[in-house]
């Protein structure tokens, strides 16, 4: 990369550290994105390039510093999300959890906190790892803390066992709790273990099948339906008619990972398409770029969406 005029950004020791990443890999995603050579000379860090590329690099590095003081981590992810901002000039709103803020790690992530801020009904479309399930519980425990809501009420369908849970051992909760995991660990995370046991037990929280939601009304509650992809167009539009007075709801799901016998029955799939031109409803979608989870994740969904879209073998 070529040498361009100079700009200096004084910063402290560690807002620097953090810029730089462990071997120099945070200051590399920043010259990749911006055409910059980013150095660290001492006592703040230099960037070479045009005034344009400059000018994105310094609005990214600025957003690392900020983290840096208000005493968070800074990661890969962080950095990734920092550069899209500048590139974009989004917003970075949060959610609370028991820690604190819990910050968009993507552009997608911020734009989806931001919808469930701002509309009654939020559709979140993509991969697994993405945050999807985890920023809505996130971001309905904020408003069961402020008092904005009484209830935090998470359904999902439980398509391993047909909706029909009989035929298994124990009460409701010894039945429905395995397929309820992956949501009893985001709350748990959210909220922390014992928190969450006080809310559970006193009725404002509360993880149950879509079966179970049927002649309901929810009101003052905020409903997070997930791995929506898996009800049917009959359970989609009960649980969408479950919302009362002064209810919000998040409906997540990924549509590749249909587990119906006919995917074209996808409640999910049908329901945005009739209900994105709605007033107050959002769709939020995010794809293999916006995996969190372990970085080999998102090249492993790219390979099976490269290979989905090619022509059979």
């Given at each position: 990369?070529?040498r361009g005029?100079?700009?200096f950004?004084?910063?402290?020791?560690e807002a620097?550290?953090?810029?730089a990443?462990?071997?120099?890999?945070?200051?590399a995603l920043?010259?990749?994105?911006?055409r910059?050579?980013?150095e660290?000379p001492g006592?703040?860090?230099?960037l070479?390039?045009?005034?344009?590329?400059r000018?994105?690099?310094?609005?990214?590095?600025?957003t690392?510093a900020?983290?840096?003081?208000?005493?968070?981590?800074?990661?890969?992810?962080?950095?990734?999300?920092?550069?899209?901002q500048?590139r974009?000039?989004a917003?970075g709103?949060g959610?609370?959890?028991r820690?604190?803020a819990?910050?968009?790690?993507t552009?997608?992530?911020?734009?989806?906190?931001?919808?469930?801020?701002?509309?009654?009904l939020?559709?979140?479309?993509?991969?697994?790892?993405?945050?999807?399930?985890?920023?809505?519980?996130?971001?309905g425990?904020?408003?069961l803390?402020?008092?904005?809501?009484?209830?935090?009420?998470?359904?999902?369908?439980?398509?391993?066992?047909?909706e029909r849970?009989?035929?298994?051992?124990?009460d409701?909760?010894?039945?429905?709790?395995?397929y309820m995991?992956p949501?009893w660990?985001?709350?748990?995370?959210?909220?922390?273990?014992?928190?969450?046991?006080?809310r559970r037990?006193r009725?404002?929280?509360?993880?149950?099948?879509?079966?179970?939601?049927?002649?309901?009304?929810?009101?003052?509650a905020?409903?997070i339906?997930?791995?929506?992809?898996?009800?049917?167009?009959?359970q989609?539009?009960?649980?969408?008619?479950?919302?009362?007075?002064g209810?919000?709801?998040?409906?997540?799901?990924?549509?590749?990972?249909?587990d119906?016998?006919?995917?074209a029955?996808?409640?999910?799939?049908h329901a945005?398409?009739i209900l994105?031109g709605?007033?107050?409803?959002a769709?939020?979608?995010?794809?293999?770029?916006?995996v969190v989870?372990h970085?080999?994740?998102?090249?492993i969904?790219e390979?099976?969406?490269?290979?989905?879209?090619?022509?059979l073998?």
């Open positions: 990369m070529s005029p100079s700009e950004l004084p910063l402290g020791e620097v550290r953090a810029v990443g462990p071997g120099g890999r945070h200051a920043i010259e990749d994105a911006f910059v050579l980013v660290t006592g703040g860090v230099s070479n390039g045009g005034p344009s590329a000018r994105g690099a310094k609005q990214a590095i600025e690392l900020g983290r840096v003081a208000s005493r968070l981590e800074v990661t890969p992810a962080d950095v990734r999300v920092a550069i899209d500048a974009s000039g917003p709103p959610a609370v959890g820690r604190g819990v910050a968009a790690k552009a997608a992530q911020a734009r989806y906190l931001e919808a469930l801020e701002n509309h009654d939020v559709f979140a479309l993509g991969p697994a790892g993405t945050g999807k399930t985890f920023l809505a519980v996130a971001h425990a904020g408003l803390r402020s008092g904005q809501v009484e209830r935090l009420v998470v359904t999902r369908p439980a398509v391993e066992a047909g849970l009989g035929f298994l051992p124990g409701l909760t010894e039945k429905v709790d395995p995991a949501v660990e985001a709350m748990t995370t959210i909220l922390g273990a014992e928190a969450l046991r006080r037990d009725g404002e929280i509360e993880v149950a099948p879509i079966a179970f939601m049927r002649g309901r009304t929810l009101n003052h905020f409903v339906v997930d791995e929506a992809q898996n009800t049917s167009r009959l989609m539009k009960m649980v969408l008619t479950r919302l009362g007075e209810s919000r709801m998040a409906v997540t799901g990924d549509p590749s990972q249909v119906l016998l006919n995917a029955d996808s409640g999910l799939i945005v398409s994105g709605v007033a107050d409803v769709i939020s979608r995010f794809s293999a770029r916006d989870r970085h080999l994740v998102a090249k969904v390979a099976y969406d490269a290979d989905a879209a090619g022509p073998p």
